[in-house]
């Protein structure tokens, strides 16, 4: 069972940044995709930010530009820069991996915690 844990959530003004961590379990060489998602209160659950295990990122057209997904392959770790943050951007936001054809869990994937992200006006 792969746990991904997410720190680096909190309350930030307009404008501010914040950076989200997401720390996988076992190398993330294992995943094919990884990225966050977010989902604010009454709404669904929507893509932010992905990496492949390749580095091509894929962005939501409402972060483009302001937000920056990396991945440290020594530290199991994926981060999303969070800049010029916006009241909108106000959400839990969830870590996902998914795991690489070739692996035994290639059917699931997997989900953190969920971190807390408030942008006040």
């Known amino acids: 069972q792969v746990q991904l844990v997410e720190s680096g959530g909190g309350l930030v003004q307009a404008g501010g940044s914040l950076r989200l961590s997401c720390a996988a379990s076992?190398?993330?060489?294992?995943?094919?995709?990884m990225g966050w998602y977010r989902q604010a209160p009454g709404k669904q659950r929507d893509l932010v930010a992905a990496i492949t295990s390749s580095g091509t990122t894929n962005y939501a057209d409402s972060v483009k530009g302001r937000f920056t997904i990396s991945r440290d392959n020594a530290k199991n770790t994926v981060y999303l820069q969070m800049d010029s943050l916006k009241p909108d951007d106000t959400a839990v936001y969830y870590c996902?991996?998914?795991?690489?054809?070739?692996?035994?869990?290639?059917?699931?994937?997997?989900w953190g915690q969920g971190t807390q992200v408030t942008v006040s006006s």
């Open positions: 996902y991996a998914n795991p690489r054809s070739d692996y035994w869990d290639s059917g699931s994937d997997y």
């Open positions: 076992r190398s993330i060489f294992s995943f094919k995709t």
